[in-house]
Every structure is written in C-alpha cells, then in structure tokens.
C-alpha cells in the first residue's frame, strides 16, 4: 500500500508560479511511476506530467510543455510539479498518483494509487 499526500497549492496571479510537492510512504514507494492529474470543475481529470522512477524520462501535456517541470527525490520519497507562467486555465485540483508497472502512462486508468488532492487557483 502507497500513501500519497500533495502540498503547495494556493492561488496566484496569472503569470506567476507554484511549486506543489507529493510526499510518498509505503513499500518501495521510490520504485514507482509517479504522475501529476487535474480535474477543473466539470471537466474530466488529464494527464499533466509524469517521470519514471529514476527521473530520467519525463513527460508533459502540452498544454503544459515549457511551462512545467517534474523532478523527484527517491532519497525523500517526494515528487514535485514546478509551475511557472501559470495561465487561469491551469485552475483545477491536482492530483498526485502512483503506478506500479514501469512504464509511463499517461490514462488515469493505470495508476494504482492516487492522493486526495490540492488546489490550484490562477486569477487573471
């Protein structure tokens, strides 16, 4: 069992950025694929980002390329979401979630673990 908590959201202007993290505990939790999700009210939740478990392969929404970083730290078990020029649309709950399979997915489906959430709020 993984447990996933995110932190780091809040509400900032349009240009400005955030960083979220999301702290992982359980077995072997460094040996995952970890994504990042949103879901803005109404809306399905998408993919954002993820990186495998050595952090050597990234991958971004291009809605969010250039924009976005991922990076982990396996020695902390934490995953962070880098946001700059943050744009009003990129408003939505994130989520942070685990896949056991080594390879990257970027469907909700494939990610077996998932944290409640934070907010994220850009005004314009």
């Known amino acids: 069992q993984v447990q996933l908590v995110e932190s780091g959201g809040g509400l900032v202007q349009a240009g400005g950025s955030l960083r979220l993290s999301c702290a992982a505990s359980?077995?072997?939790?460094?040996?995952?694929?970890m994504g990042w999700f949103r879901q803005a009210p109404g809306k399905e939740r998408e993919f954002v980002s993820a990186i495998n478990w050595i952090g050597s392969g990234t991958y971004y929404a291009d809605s969010v390329k250039g924009r976005f970083t991922i990076s982990r730290d396996n020695a902390k078990n934490t995953v962070y979401l880098q946001m700059n020029s943050l744009k009003p649309e990129d408003t939505a709950v994130y989520y942070c979630a685990a896949c056991i399979k080594l390879q990257v997915a970027r469907d909700p489906i494939a990610y077996d673990y998932w944290g409640r959430g934070t907010q994220v709020a850009v005004s314009s």
């Open positions: 359980g077995r072997t939790a460094s040996r995952y694929v």
